[in-house]
Nanobody
């Protein structure tokens, strides 16, 4: 299993950015996918989740109405569209999946992509 994030960068407050997470090595369309973030000096927090078919999403209150998670199961990719970015959105963003591997469940993480919101 491998998750590879991309799309991070430097953006001004109020700007937008789209992150991508390409998944390899498991049946992507059979699992919910998650986005997390970790700001400097803070614990990792969940940003949001998308269901297997993409029909259901939920978000942390801090990003609700500004961030949108989507997925393309044909491309084994999940996206995080971020709009109206704030200084406090600065963090490393990770995608994650909990995958059934043999008889047990394992949680996998990507390497993360840095998002910096600054004027």
């Amino acid at each position: 299993v491998q998750l590879v994030e991309s799309g991070g960068g430097l953006v001004q407050p109020g700007g937008s950015l789209r992150l991508s997470c390409a998944a390899f090595g498991f049946a992507f369309s059979s699992y919910n996918m998650h986005w997390y973030r970790q700001a400097p000096g803070k614990e990792r927090e969940m940003v949001g989740t998308i269901s297997m078919a993409g029909s259901s999403t939920n978000y942390a209150n801090s990003v609700k109405g500004r961030f949108t998670i989507s997925r393309d199961n044909a491309k084994n990719t999940v996206y995080l569209q971020m709009s109206s970015l704030k200084l406090e959105d600065t963090a490393i963003y990770y995608c994650s999946a909990t995958v059934r591997d043999g008889g047990s469940w394992s949680t996998y993480w990507g390497q993360g992509t840095q998002v910096t919101v600054s004027s």
